[in-house]
């Protein structure tokens, strides 16, 4: 069974910074698509932002320029960077590992962003 356990979630206020953290429980990490979604309350789960096994990125339009994923092969751990927040990004955000058959869910972890 796969974990995804994030961290780095916590209250902040507008323009400030957090960066997540999302540890994966074993070696599937190299090969599958890792990714950042996000949902707020009463609003569906969106994607923020993917990074496949090669390193390619995809965003939301809503984060670019502000956000930024990446990924560590060599600890299993993918990374979010998040700059210059803003209200409308408080949210509960949950790591995915995605694969050609599974995909896996991490348990979330709160952004708040309030002055």
């Known amino acids: 069974q796969v974990q995804l356990v994030e961290s780095g979630g916590g209250l902040v206020q507008p323009g400030g910074s957090l960066r997540l953290s999302c540890a994966a429980s074993?070696?599937?990490?190299?090969?599958?698509?890792m990714g950042w979604y996000r949902q707020a309350p009463g609003k569906q789960r969106e994607l923020v932002a993917k990074?496949?096994?090669?390193?390619?990125?995809n965003y939301a339009d809503s984060v670019k320029g502000r956000f930024t994923i990446s990924r560590d092969n060599a600890k299993n751990t993918v990374y979010l960077q998040m700059n210059n927040l803003k209200p409308e990004d408080a949210a509960v955000y949950y790591c995915?590992?995605?694969?050609?058959?599974?995909?896996?869910w991490g348990q979330g972890t709160q952004v708040t962003v309030s002055s």
């Open positions: 995915n590992a995605g694969g050609v058959l599974d995909e896996y």
């Open positions: 074993r070696t599937i990490f190299k090969s599958y698509t």
């Open positions: 990074i496949t096994s090669r390193g390619s990125t």
